[in-house]
């Protein structure tokens, strides 16, 4: 969440043109950064979509549950959400598990698909890596955190002359503590020190709390905040950096405004089933303004988004920084 | 939330009860450790409870709003659910506002009321700070940050014999870090180093959104974790540790379950005012079985509990503890 | 000292230079970052030098001793051996002295003359501030933690059009967390933000433990890491960023190798004043390179440089940052 | 060095005593916290001690050497001055290399003595883990570190019923932030909660800086601040706490003090080996008070104690706190 500050002017901006009462309707939709969220909501009305192309597989050894979802072309765009690329998804139930140690298998899973989308744009020797967020908010403190683990080479090169790809790194801070967008940072930093390929690391808004810290998510198309639309200024990808860009996500927080939307749906069902189909056809007819204006009022917009994340959280994110680091390490400096 | 990993372990429990089916409808409730939120709910049904005293002052310059609800016995312990004691509320809009310096005026009221509440014990010299909650969860970390910022003056006086009010302080972290309960922690210490009287600091669960970071707790009845009722063992009060309690609060999370209740309850509100009072009703009607298994579907328990907190929590607990820190300093440590 | 690994790095060549007998006389000089030292080991042997000016000031109600040192052409910069440029140093006993509160006294000293320097360069009014150094090590950690309180205000000024000079921050991290020179990252954000100035903030080296965290120094030469030679690509100043640079620095350590070099002329002096003047005779007259192994051995170079620095660095650390901090806040963002 | 702020209060003192010409010789004597300083200075004069036994071991796969020095009674407790009991020493040379990933094997010989000397104490099964010093100076903070890296398993016996060995864990602090002695802390939590045994980690002050964090020092005698003479009441031992105390430290600082007493030796041997044995004598000739006087100089008293360490003590600290919190985790949770 790269863009947390950012999302608190946004969300500003989006209350004050709510009360001039020309909030358009797809701002009322909570967003997911996730690409098996989005293609779940699809995938519910309708299978074998064109434009989007998708593999499971299953680990027996690690316990890892791989879905690659592939958007061709714009129809896969339209129907997803998302752009033209390649989205990897691991999932392992024990990595939300309590009290397990390092975990290993998964880094080395990560690794092999880090590796398979780096070589996708041919043979990068020198990676800038980006760690997104917040060091002083938990939930949003993964990037930092991986970055503090990361093997950073590139300055060992030149004196050593060894063999390998090169790791730089930086942790760029969010706007509230630099002032600068992000992507302006990471830019500057690109055009100077000249790297093949970007690997960002960022923690992510998912849309159910199921998903929490039990999934990281890799794609090669950068991150573009919000729903992608239009604004390429604060984007990090190949389009505005000039070097691909690889992104490595794991869901931390749920908007709380998704709770709300979600129990509204949830009660209608619970209606429905209680035989009081009258009633859950009221709250299913509630106009999209009524659930925006309950949300307003209960989720209050003057202290900007609000976001919910479980009470052990320092212990999730401890845990996933310190694998996903690991398998940064082992795709770019394996063990001789 | 000194007993943040208390609660994982507790909420792991309650799952496991409730699946037995035994789940008492009381544990359905969201707690609130706010006495001010506790008797809001109450007035709401009947002004002048016997056993509660009230007072409200506005003060201008500082612009803080004080509420004094004093309970005095067991009737008004009844009603409110907390236990007989002084409860002093602070409320200030700017508290909440973003980008606003140190708030020297709320120190300065803030340290009246703890040497107001510290003089009810007579006239304590050696007071021990104990800074609960964990540093590594943003917004649990209000205790350990104001410890960050007290000044410490135990160890000076032996060598200085300076006058004065002694201050020791101690952070002693949560069971998930420590394996021991804080309250075992602290009872040690106190028993060793016999302060006169404890200051506790911590981050508080809020029922409502309204109150995060805008509102200051102090009360002279220590902490009980819980809803207070007979576990004595983990309390921090003057029954167990042997010396007077004094508590300051802030409430920094809402327990994502009240995100839940609430919605039900504002949809009620909306189709009763839409008209559909049939649906209304039908919601309403909902049983407290059918609330909780929303809940628990909604807001997974194998996480344990889920908390709500705003995007930019780490200023906000920034300021707070700092202005906290600043009222303590000024009550202990007057400027000559 | 943005250049801790860099130094590090440096220490290992050097150490290997003097293994092949090329080591030159110079590179066994003991660096000081403080222009005050380098002026008082020139003045021992000549008031008046030519190129060089000099005023001092005593501020009687803030305790500060304000130098002025001014390089004015190429004879200072030889006599001194820093580039032309204006370097003014606050000395005040207190800022030293262990518990005291906030130095607002001294912010606004500091206040007075960051403004002074701003306007020899025009009226800059968008400024990157940069906090040098590692955060991860505490005599390092000066420069980020300056950063940690400054008020950021340039993402503000696009949403809010409001008046005054707009600040933005950057902490770059030191070689080892990043494998990027300072300089690099540094010069890729000005490149993409357009600051007007530059205002960097370091913790430096001092000569003489005397100095330590007793003094704040500014310039508006930038930085030059090393003796300023040359290798103007790791450079921090105009001509390496294209925008004037204010340096802000406090000394924090003293090389481990200056206590060696100090050590033994103080005891060729206390064997003069012995009245064994032949052995003072003896002590001095050992060669450069019999001093240069002595300090090899004692300090060994496997571990690259060491560094003395005070027990309770972290109180002194913390306090200055934030009288820093307040200093640059009071300079760009005057309370109305 | 748990006694980190403790040292600042007695050197004040020292310095006290100093000026009125009282000061025993002894105490300009340079401390050693190494058990295997005290021993090789004691064997430069006499090899085969009564008192004194000393096993040495090399351990061909892990390059760890291992050194057992057992002071077995008063005769021995004063050659080396330590009291009796048993110091393992770990030394391996890539300890301190940098760039090293963790070491494993360094672990597994740490965890293999850790047992050795709890299984001294009969079958301790309870283990309260005590991690001293100061987080928030880097070279303080390695008993903190390790702590966080702990396997805290006491709080889920209870629910849980597991077999094992249960550990609970404190981070006191320092007394400049506590106001208490650590000791103090320690002991009301360990009559409070009962542990069988008590293991302390901690940042040594060695005597040379060839040591620095490239020795683990293990130990069955718990610690004692300073010379261990007669204070008992801020002793972490059998005696103070009931319980058996092994201690485990790497020194992380040498005095600096030690630099300039080594500059004078080291100068003799000079000028002695130049041919200059007049001069040689005359600098080892100076008395004490005059070498006294002469550290008084060098390193001004006003600052409290200063101490020299490495540049890169962060990396050192990181890699070494995770190597001991993985031997800990080792001996007392054996992966099954």
Redesign the interface.
Known sequence: MAD??E???RAA?DSAGAENGNRPEEELQVHTDLALEARESVLGEAEGIPGIRIEEAFHQKSGVKVTKVEITDERGEEAIGKPMGIYITLEAEQM?AP?EGSHREISEELSFYIKELLESFGDPRAILAVGLG?H????DSLGPRV?DNL??????YE?RREKGI????????V???????TA??V???????KPDAVVVIDALAARS??R??ATIQLSNTGIQPGSGVGNHRNSLTLESLGVPVIAIGVPTVVA?AA??Y???D??AE??EA?G?S??A???EG?RME?RY??VR????P??????????????KI?LLSYTISEGINLAFCPRE
Chains 1, 2, 3, 4 share one sequence.
Do not use: C, W, Y
């Open positions: 947390g500050s999302r608190t002017e901006e939300a009290d917040n002083e908010v938990t939930s970055l093997k950073i080479t590139r300055h060992l004196s090169l790791i730089s790194g930086i942790i760029p801070g706007m509230a503590q630099t002032g600068m967008e302006e940072i830019r500057g930093i690109v055009r100077e020190t709390v199921s929490l810290a709380a709770i709300v979600d129990t509204v949830a009660l619970l209606l209680a009081a009258f009633a056809d009221a709250v509630m009524e204006q309950m009022e209960l989720i209050e003057r202290f900007g988004p609000m976001f919910v994340t479980p009470g052990n959280i320092d212990e401890k």
